[in-house]
């Protein structure tokens, strides 16, 4: 064994950490794409269920040439994305909610943003805090907007992930999508959050297989050990194909 092998074992056993070289595989979504696709380039990211754009900032950070979409539909956290992406010139902001069909819907709107979603059965519209808002599918909006490909889709629209995935079937059946971020319900007594499962199986029908699970969250509301979502990267049967190893 090498001196730097027993120097890092010894650091370990010393410590209780561990010492990698690279992240793990299921820690960095940017790193583990980087490692298994090293000259890929992300030229449009989509970013669905923006919010105030933690996400559109950390894009604009790692991949600062791409295009990048942002969709959020609630006036007040729309204005709020605006101001916060302003200078960001790689950066477009939309008003608007991607599902699975056009038109207007209502959609929640509480004090927490990231929990806002459109109304689903069993919430009383008349008591909650609701706006109405304006609906497109992806697929239309793609094709209004001359876009045949998008390098990342991240869907996160607290269960409307499925519909938003149902309205981009036309996308996904030519692979115009490398990559899909999903927030997944891990567990059947979840019902804030559609089920792995269910987005598994329509994503799979359009050829597109499970990459990687990230940012795992157990039951933290009922201090239980299982867990309560997660956030599901896949990959398009063409990324699979260009893929070297």
Request: glycine share 6%; net charge neutral; with cysteine.
């Given at each position: 064994m090498g001196i730097k092998r027993k120097l890092k074992n010894l650091v370990e056993d010393i410590t209780g950490w561990h010492?990698?070289?690279f992240p793990p595989f299921?820690?960095?979504?940017?790193?583990?794409i980087a490692h298994r696709f090293p000259e890929y380039r992300f030229d449009v990211i989509f970013d669905v269920g923006a919010n105030v754009g933690q996400s559109a900032l950390k894009y604009v950070s790692n991949y600062p040439s791409s295009a990048i979409y942002c969709f959020e539909p609630?006036?007040?956290?729309?204005e709020q994305l605006k101001l916060k992406v302003e200078s960001k010139s790689q950066v477009q902001?939309?008003?608007?909610?991607?599902?699975?069909?056009?038109?207007?819907?209502?959609?929640?709107s509480e004090g927490v943003s990231t929990m806002n979603s459109l109304v689903q059965e069993g919430i009383d519209s008349e008591t909650a805090n609701t706006e109405t808002v304006k609906l497109s599918t992806l697929d239309q909006f793609c094709k209004e907007n001359n876009i045949e490909t998008i390098s990342y889709l991240k869907i996160d629209t607290e269960g409307g992930d499925l519909n938003v995935l149902k309205g981009s079937k036309g996308i996904l059946n030519l692979h115009g999508v490398d990559f899909v971020e999903v927030e997944a319900g891990m567990n059947p007594t979840n019902t804030h959050h559609v089920p792995f499962e269910s987005l598994k199986s329509l994503l799979e029908s359009h050829g597109y297989f499970i990459f990687g699970i990230y940012e795992q969250m157990h039951e933290w509301i009922e201090k239980k050990p299982h867990?309560?979502?997660?956030n599901v990267i896949f990959i398009s049967e063409k990324m699979i194909r260009n893929y070297s190893a």
């Open positions: 010492i990698f070289r299921g820690v960095s979504i940017k790193d583990d609630i006036t007040a956290t729309y902001c939309l008003n608007l909610a991607l599902s699975d069909s056009d038109g207007q819907a209502t959609m929640t867990l309560r979502r997660s």
